[in-house]
């Protein structure tokens, strides 16, 4: 691991754990150069899932691009990041256990949809506003009347 301070090419791990999730391996490493500490995150990655959006074009699910829209969504709310990170994870292993090379964009904002709705209903309401793309407060009243989908 390149040390992100000073570039040197060889750093040591004095620290490994499990994340709170399961999914992640937390390790604190230094560079025996400068001798900072860092923190990284290894995730396991057992196949990569295309999405394909809408307009047909496919590209590699990006947990950071979903978390974006989370904390989007989530913004000012009374949620930690601890919390959108669980989403996020359970989200992506929801879509790498489904055994599928490729899924919708629309399967992903379904799943969003239902772990924020679970979360933090204001949040839920912002992501759909912008998701369904709401014209009018006739749009929220449908929505409002609507079950939950399960993806």
């Known amino acids: 691991m390149k040390c992100p301070f000073c570039a040197h090419e060889d750093t040591q791990v004095k620290d490994s754990r499990p994340s709170d999730d399961g999914r992640t391996i937390r390790r604190r490493r230094e560079c025996p150069a400068c001798g900072r500490r860092f923190t990284t995150f290894e995730r396991f990655q057992v196949q990569q899932v295309m999405v394909v959006k809408r ?25 930690t990041q601890q919390q959108i990170g669980q989403m996020a994870s359970d989200i992506e292993q929801s879509l790498t256990e489904s055994s599928r090379s490729e899924v919708s964009s629309r399967e992903v904002g379904d799943a969003a949809l239902v772990a924020l709705r679970a979360v933090d209903f204001i949040g839920y309401l912002r992501y759909a506003s912008v998701y ?8 929220v009243v449908k929505l409002l009347g609507e079950e939950p989908s399960k993806s």
């Open 55 to 79: 307009d047909g074009r496919r590209e590699l699910f990006d947990r950071d691009k979903l978390i974006a829209s989370l904390l989007t969504a989530l913004r000012k709310r009374p949620v």
């Open 132 to 139: 369904h793309e709401f014209s009018g407060p006739n749009d």
